[in-house]
């Protein structure tokens, strides 16, 4: 399925849920806990997936809040991963839950696990997030004995907060096959102003010459990558505010209350809920035009976006 522009629109990422285990400072440190009544079923993730698969969507990536929150979420995984035409199946989590179940997650179906992590010290961790930070090493330990591979970590780079941790981060790669990827601070919500935070990552890449430059591993993939003598895994830079990357983008977003967003940076949203309770043909008629309308590009570098945290949103 292709957008207006030409672009083929191959990936989806689906949020489970807005409940989290955490309230990391960009995301919903002044949020209360999230109610989910408005969650949508397993059943009708499901169908919403089968429904993207058969508009071409390749790729479905997990996400929240915190999927692992999901009692069902098994269920949703094994639903998903069986899907004719579907080529990988991956998740986000803060893999605060994630040490007991690792395990049944590979067999269910899980391909692939992103790993949140904003600091390597215990005690600023806790700050940022209200977590714990042994817990996430934990996760990643079991994540590897179950034979995810690569598992990536995510770091949201925040300028006098945790950009004196970067070499720390990418010296992990070094000692583990895991990706490390370093994510520019983004305008979105209601929190404190993102141009106070934001570091850019062109400027970082270029403080650091000894990193080399790897081809992308997937079509639509966000990430710079590189390598260094010596890395068992890779280093990435996603920089939607420096170096934009509209030009190729290849996805879409499904929030856990039903609404499609087409672009992470515009506010506009379509609601699927009276098309789910109409079927699959419904479903793939709003989503394909949701699709033709995609806009050109995100208007990050105009506006903070404040309809949604990112916790609403999908990580």
């Not at 004995?145 to 925040?158: H, Q, S, Y």
Request: hydrophobic content about 40%; aromatic content about 6%.
């Amino acid at each position: 399925m292709k957008d207006s522009f030409g672009r083929e629109i191959d990936y989806l990422r689906l949020s489970l849920t807005e409940r989290c285990t955490l309230r990391c400072v960009y995301c919903r440190v002044d949020e209360g806990y999230c109610p989910k009544a408005q969650e949508l079923s397993a059943e009708e993730f499901l169908l919403i997936a089968k429904a993207a698969v058969d508009l071409g969507v390749k790729r479905i990536r997990l996400t929240g809040g915190e999927p692992l929150l999901r009692k069902d979420l098994l269920q949703i995984v094994g639903g998903i991963a069986v899907l004719p035409g579907l080529e990988d199946l991956s998740m986000t989590t803060n893999a605060q839950m994630l040490a007991k179940i690792a395990p049944d997650l590979k067999a269910a179906g899980l391909r692939r696990l992103n790993i949140s992590i904003d600091s390597l010290n215990q005690d600023l961790f806790k700050k940022l997030t209200g977590g714990s930070l042994q817990k996430v090493l934990d996760g990643i330990d079991a994540a590897i004995a179950a034979g995810f591979e690569p598992i990536k970590i995510n770091v949201v780079l925040m300028r006098g907060v945790n950009d004196h941790e970067i070499d720390d981060f990418i010296a992990l790669t070094a000692k583990h096959k895991i990706d490390v990827r370093f994510i520019e601070y983004m305008p979105i919500g209601n929190h404190t102003s993102s141009s106070q935070l934001r570091l850019n990552n062109l400027e970082l890449i270029a403080a650091r010459p000894w990193l080399k430059p790897l081809p992308p591993r997937l079509h639509g993939q966000p990430s710079s990558d590189y390598t260094y003598d010596g890395a068992l895994g890779r280093v990435g830079f996603i920089s939607p505010i420096s170096h934009r990357f509209c030009a190729d983008c290849n996805r879409i977003r499904i929030m856990s209350d039903g609404c499609l967003r087409t672009c992470l940076g515009r506010d506009a949203e379509v609601s699927l809920r009276g098309a789910l309770d109409e079927g699959k043909d419904a479903l793939k008629q709003i989503m394909r035009q949701a699709i033709l309308e995609k806009p050109k590009q995100h208007c990050f570098d105009q506006e903070a976006l404040e309809l949604r945290n990112m916790s609403g949103i999908g990580g």
